[in-house]
């Protein structure tokens, strides 16, 4: 009887420490951070319980199903919320909906401007270091721009890990990419969103700290996800993309 109580026991203390919020199931799915902390979780509907978000430019609605964003024109500027939170490693994780915007990103400063984002349009992929300076010499550098199909009213998700000189950002837990720079072992302020046109919705939103060594399996990881980024099919160019639809349009 004893022995049947203490199975019990170490059975209902397993299925404690799963539910327990610090509880690594619960973390986003990683590669190269090693989620700590749960700083953040904001489900960004109309009933969940509001994390402290800053709204810079745009209209922002909760509703049933995510945050809503769209760029209001009067603002000459995309929309921009962002979280105030000071931070060092970490992971993000995340999920839109383009319905019908332009662009929309996931953007993490500096103490001073900007640091890095994952920018995604209905077409594209974006994964960039960002112009921390604006009047230079400091510019943006791409560490991955690749042609990727985003369809309107369809949900996708978005993990990003910094840990020391590095970022990682995978999409719908199948594309990857990666790149260094020693601006992302300085601290980092304000994560949030921005959106180009009308309009995107946002849900589940976490924000874990993470240990400052990378996984052990990063080094290997790290060299599938460059081998991918090798290959990875480049935009298409504004111009040629708008010569194809004159020429489609011409043709029917």
């Known amino acids: 009887m004893r022995m049947h109580l203490s199975l019990r026991l170490l059975a209902l ?4 420490a799963c539910v327990s919020p610090l509880c690594a199931a619960d973390a986003p799915v990683t590669l190269l951070a090693q989620p700590d ?22 209209k922002w609605e909760r509703g049933a199903d995510g945050m809503r964003v769209e760029e209001l024109p009067a603002d000459k500027h995309g929309a921009v919320s ?21 662009s ?3 953007s993490v400063n500096a103490a001073k401007d900007h640091m890095a984002r994952v920018a995604i349009t209905p077409t594209t992929l974006r994964i960039q270091k960002d112009d921390n300076d604006h009047d230079g010499p400091d510019k ?18 978005v993990v990003l890990e910094m840990v020391g000189d590095t970022m990682v950002a995978t999409i719908d837990g ?7 720079n020693p601006l992302f072992k300085t601290e980092k302020v304000s994560p949030g969103f921005t ?12 924000l874990w700290s993470a240990k400052p060594e990378p996984k052990a399996t990063w ?6 996800i460059a081998e991918a980024m090798a290959t990875a099919p480049k935009p298409v160019a504004p111009a040629a993309a708008a010569k194809g639809k004159a020429k489609a349009k011409a043709a029917k």
């Open 174 to 180: 199948k594309v990857s990419g990666f790149g260094s």
């Open 37 to 58: 902390k749960e700083i953040l979780s904001d489900a960004l509907t109309k009933d969940a319980k509001a994390a402290d978000w800053k709204v810079a430019k745009g």
């Open 104 to 106: 929309i990103s996931l």
């Open 13 to 16: 203390l397993a299925l404690l």
């Open 82 to 102: 962002r979280v105030a939170q000071k931070l060092q490693d970490l992971v993000i994780a995340f999920e839109f909906r383009l319905d019908g915007a332009k």
């Open 219 to 224: 080094k290997e990881a790290g060299a599938k």
């Open 140 to 157: 943006a550098v791409v560490f991955l721009g690749a042609a990727q199909a985003f369809e309107t009213g369809t949900w996708h998700s």
């Open 195 to 206: 959106c180009a046109g009308q309009a995107a919705t946002f849900r589940n939103f976490t």
